[in-house]
């Protein structure tokens, strides 16, 4: 009896102590849980970031690489003013002009872009590059149209020269008793190929010359685009007239050479 007394205590004390016991490998494998669900949200955290980081690296070549593509065209684009001769100088000052303004605003705008460092910021600057620079959309079909005025404009120039000694050889022809009528005739329609090429050609870059940027003006882009659409229509009829110059000139070419007269008229001059 006595060592069933004795043992009670003991048994008491230990199923006292078991749920202590419990609670504690409870908690300590609480604890672990919990470190580790940190260690993971940490790492998911950090790949996060990363990610986030590489995305916005990504966005910022790409919009660096649009950027410097419109600057490298820009610059090719002035050489091409720099080099125009028929155009007036303030028309040729203002496109230089507009063009080192753009390049300046693309610029600053890479500059901005590179620095920021937040993705909703990014996302707007990057989206202003075709957005709010609508003025790059205008400038170079300008310079296109300005460019390819003034390389007309030089043709009809060198196709007057040329025009000046036809005419010679062709009087001079007549003088001496040939029959110069159909020479005389397509001199004459030469004469007017190359006024009406030459008042195309100028129109072509006074209708477009005044032209500003729409600035996202539905009404005003589409006036911009009509007229340069109006300028490229110009310029297609040019080059069909100057086309149709060129038949006269070998056509008077021809002509004086049957005659044996000014058969070297155009041995020295040409019209590309």
Not at 184 to 213: C, F, H, R, Y
């Amino acid at each position: 009896m006595k060592k069933l007394l004795y043992t009670l205590p003991i048994l008491l004390g230990l199923s006292t102590l078991a749920p202590a016991l419990a609670f504690a490998q409870t908690g300590a494998a609480n604890v672990g849980v919990t470190a580790e669900v940190r260690t993971t949200a940490a790492s998911t955290s950090v790949k996060a970031n990363a990610a986030a980081t590489a995305a916005m690296t990504k966005k910022k070549d790409r919009a660096h690489q649009e950027l410097q593509r419109r600057v490298d065209a820009l610059t090719e684009i002035n050489t091409r003013v720099q080099a125009m001769q028929q155009v007036t100088p303030s028309f040729k000052q203002s496109l230089a002009n507009a063009i080192q303004t753009q390049i300046s605003a693309f610029q600053g705008l890479d500059a901005k872009i590179q620095a920021d460092t937040d993705d909703v910021t990014l996302k707007s600057d990057v989206q202003s590059i075709t957005q709010s620079y609508r003025v790059y959309a205008l400038v170079l079909p300008q310079i296109h149209i300005a460019a390819a005025a003034d390389r007309a404009v030089s043709i009809t120039a060198m196709m007057t020269t040329l025009g000046t000694k036809l005419a010679a050889r062709i009087q001079a022809a007549g003088e001496a008793g040939a029959d110069i009528t159909a020479l005389q005739t397509t001199l004459n329609d030469l004469g007017a190929k190359i006024t009406d090429a030459n008042t195309k050609a100028q129109a072509s870059v006074s209708s477009t010359a005044s032209l500003t940027s729409d600035n996202g003006d539905s009404t005003k882009k589409a006036a911009n685009d009509a007229a340069l659409k109006e300028a490229r229509a110009n310029l297609k009829t040019v080059e069909a007239t100057l086309k149709a110059a060129r038949a006269d000139i070998m056509t008077i070419t021809k002509g004086l050479a049957k005659l044996s007269v000014g058969a070297n008229a155009t041995s020295t001059t040409s019209v590309q």
